[in-house]
Nanobody, 127 residues
Framework: QVQLVESGGGLVQPGDSLRLSCAAS????????MGWFRQAPGKEREFLSA?????????LYAESVKGRFTISRDNAKNAVYLQMNSLKPDDTAVYYC???????????????????WGQGTQVTVSS
């Protein structure tokens, strides 16, 4: 079992930055690829980014956030982060982190492949 807890959400203005954190506990964190997803009201859950468990490993981004969002992780702290810059009102959603027990060579956008999920943190971008 892996427990995930997101934090760092809040209300920001368009153009602002925000850094989300996801703290993991339980089984060995370093063996899990990690992903970030979001879900806006009335919309399906959307993949944002993923990072392999291997230190210095690969990352994957959705086109909608590439160049604005950056994923990173610190295996020593059992944490994964999502740095979000140039936020837009369309970024308003509940943001989730997720863990997938998989090879570091294969990152996925498919939410059904992830084994564990956090409870989510709300991000609201509004002037």
């Amino acid at each position: 079992q892996v427990q995930l807890v997101e934090s760092g959400g809040g209300l920001v203005q368009p153009g602002d930055s925000l850094r989300l954190s996801c703290a993991a506990s339980g089984r060995t964190f370093s063996g899990y690829n990690m992903g970030w997803f979001r879900q806006a009201p009335g919309k399906e859950r959307e993949f944002l980014s993923a990072i392999s468990w291997r230190a210095g490993g690969s990352t994957l981004y959705a086109e909608s956030v590439k160049g604005r969002f950056t994923i990173s992780r610190d295996n020593a702290k059992n944490a994964v982060y999502l740095q979000m810059n140039s936020l837009k009102p369309d970024d308003t959603a509940v943001y989730y982190c997720a863990a997938e027990w998989a090879s570091p060579a294969f990152l996925t956008r498919d939410s059904s492949k992830y084994d564990y999920w956090g409870q989510g943190t709300q991000v609201t971008v509004s002037s």
